[in-house]
């Protein structure tokens, strides 16, 4: 029965029966799962990357007016990304796939660090695209190399995979060192379009703000959700879903009988929760182990390594 109080719940023993009981799970995830990686989430204080909006230059009219900028950029993201590794949220979420087969993940982030931490592919869907594929900024050509892990991509971008002692700051990242002067033949350049006299620059396989999903995601993700079954819960992990499509999920889970739960520090995160939804004030990689306990058991991480 709901409290008789507006509020969440943050009782994790009830939320562990809660799940133990559910059969069709989805969750929503976003920044704030990586950021026990080390991975800035950019949208904290400032979100700026030397003294540009790290959003104004995900445009594909950003790329087209400095596209040596935007790949340093993107080339700097690539490297981090690289060096970091899956932590215990993102090892939770592969481990509740491989207990839960009606389980649906759904990811903002392009780091690819959830399918580092064994999460099914065909359980997850990478919604903005991923930092590691490449293809032809050119729409007309469908070039696309996946997972492309090269670091750096070519010489031209080898000022963003430095690496620096923590008490020095990386020349790249100081907005008052110059960027590196990168002419447009040196940056990643399209095969295709060359082998047939065209001359087409590749970008990185992200959704920038503008653009569509990939083709039939949404389609798919529809479909999931309203099949004919309930969904029993849906997590929203490290993100407030303020951005659309993504923000209108949760509310569709509600309407097919999710019960909400996020997973965000962020106390302004239970916005719109009620009295049958949970809120758990903690960073996923510290709290999804426990939540996902009474089904994954005890989580053991894999050796990763130095």
């Not at 709901?2 to 719940?9: G, L, V």
């Not at 920044?31 to 003294?51: C, I, K, Q, V, Y």
């Not at 379009?193 to 529809?222: H, I, N």
């Amino acid at each position: 029965m709901p409290r008789a109080y507006s509020r969440p719940s943050t009782d994790i023993a009830e939320f562990q029966k809660l799940l133990k009981h559910s059969d069709r799970v989805l969750a929503l995830c976003g920044a704030g799962l990586s950021a026990a990686s080390g991975l800035p989430t950019f949208r904290g204080a400032g979100g700026l990357w030397r003294n540009h909006s790290a959003t104004s230059l995900a445009t594909p009219e950003a790329f087209k007016d400095d596209p040596a900028l935007v790949w340093l950029f993107y080339a700097w993201r690539r490297h981090m990304a690289l060096k970091a590794k899956p932590n215990a949220g993102h090892y939770a979420l592969a481990e509740l796939a491989k207990h839960n087969k009606n389980f649906m993940c759904l990811t903002q982030n392009v780091d690819g660090l959830s399918p580092r931490a064994g999460h099914s592919p065909d359980m997850l869907r990478m919604l903005h695209g991923n930092l590691f594929d490449v293809k032809c900024f050119d729409k007309q050509c469908g070039y696309i190399e996946p997972n492309n892990l090269r670091d750096p991509l070519c010489p031209a971008l080898a000022p963003a995979s430095e690496d620096y002692p923590a008490d020095k700051t990386m020349p790249l990242l100081d907005p008052k060192q110059p960027t590196p002067k990168i002419k447009r033949e040196d940056l990643p350049q399209c095969p295709d379009c060359k082998r047939s006299g065209k001359t087409s620059l590749l970008r990185p396989g992200v959704v920038w703000f503008g653009e569509a999903l990939p083709d039939g995601m949404l389609e798919e993700v529809d479909v999931w959700v309203a099949k004919e079954r309930a969904i029993d819960v849906m997590l929203v992990i490290g993100t407030a879903a303020a951005v659309y499509p993504a923000a209108g999920y949760a509310d569709a889970a509600r309407k097919r009988g999710a019960r909400i739960a996020v997973i965000n520090p962020d106390r302004s995160a239970r916005a719109g929760l009620t009295s049958r939804d949970f809120h758990f004030e903690a960073d996923a990689a510290e709290v999804l182990p426990k939540l996902f306990e009474g089904i994954i058991g005890k989580l053991e991480i894999p050796d990763q390594g130095k």
